[in-house]
T-cell receptor, first 116, second 117 residues
Framework: GENVEQHPSTLSVQEGDSAVIKCTYSDSASNYFPWYKQELGKGPQLIID?????GEKKDQRIAVTLNKTAKHFSLHITETQPEDSAVYFC???????????????FGKGTSLLVTP | KAGVTQTPRYLIKTRGQQVTLSCSPISGHRSVSWYQQTPGQGLQFLFE???????NKGNFPGRFSGRQFSNSRSEMNVSTLELGDSALYLC????????????????FGPGTRLTVL
């Protein structure tokens, strides 16, 4: 299937610093790129998503950028707080066929630790 | 609005048994997707149901099956369980109202932790 590569696999930052997580995808038909945050014992929670008709989207301390030409997108968290500590997953939709539409392919995740 | 609910939250089975997991989507959502999450393989797409029909299928063996009811609730079944089926099984619902090749946001439930002994 189509791949989504995510880096780094672990990231440790000090409280107040910024964190950046990067993903690349291979399906040129992908047009939807969500980011999920998963805390221990919980299901993934959508934190932000972007569609291919925009290059950047911001929501308070969280922003996502998309470069369709290079097939990569990034998550930026500014002014990190200890409660931002979690595993973050990027995803890209992949086109199956005209009858079935899209499914989500996920990166392997980034474990973010924010130390006080 | 209540979120996606999954039952049971934890399950322990032995090899060779079969198991059925249940998912209730967000009210009004018609699409339910199932994912398997393991430390080694990450989140992998199993299948998607929309209006009681399987619309998408991932690369899993036929031991994994599902269905969707008229109220959009979905069940997933795994037959002849293997040790490697131990995982967190997640379901996600979406309204699936966007057209023109656009994908709707998926909202995940808390998952069912399946342990196969």
């Amino acid at each position: 299937g189509e791949n989504v590569e995510q880096h780094p696999s672990t990231l440790s930052v000090q409280e107040g610093d910024s964190a950046v997580i990067k993903c690349t995808y291979s399906d040129s038909a992908s047009n939807y790129f969500p980011w999920y945050k998963q805390e221990l014992g919980k299901g993934p929670q959508l934190i932000i998503d972007i569609r291919s008709n925009v290059g950047e989207k911001k929501d308070q301390r969280i922003a996502v950028t998309l470069n369709k030409t290079a097939k990569h997108f990034s998550l930026h968290i500014t002014e990190t707080q200890p409660e931002d500590s979690a595993v973050y997953f990027c995803a890209a939709n992949t086109y199956q066929n005209s009858n079935s539409g899209y499914a989500l392919n996920f990166g392997k995740g980034t474990s973010l630790l924010v130390t006080p | 609005k209540a979120g996606v609910t999954q039952t049971p939250r934890y399950l322990i089975k032995t090899r060779g048994q079969q198991v059925t997991l249940s998912c209730s989507p967000i009210s009004g959502h018609r699409s339910v997707s199932w994912y398997q999450q393991t430390p080694g393989q990450g989140l992998q797409f199993l299948f998607e149901y929309f209006s009681e029909t399987q619309r998408n299928k991932g690369n899993f063996p036929g031991r994994f099956s599902g269905r969707q009811f008229s109220n959009s609730r979905s069940e997933m079944n795994v037959s002849t369980l293997e040790l490697g089926d131990s995982a967190l099984y997640l379901c996600a619902s979406s309204s699936s109202r966007l057209a023109g090749g656009l994908m709707d946001t998926q909202y995940f439930g808390p998952g069912t932790r399946l342990t196969v002994l």
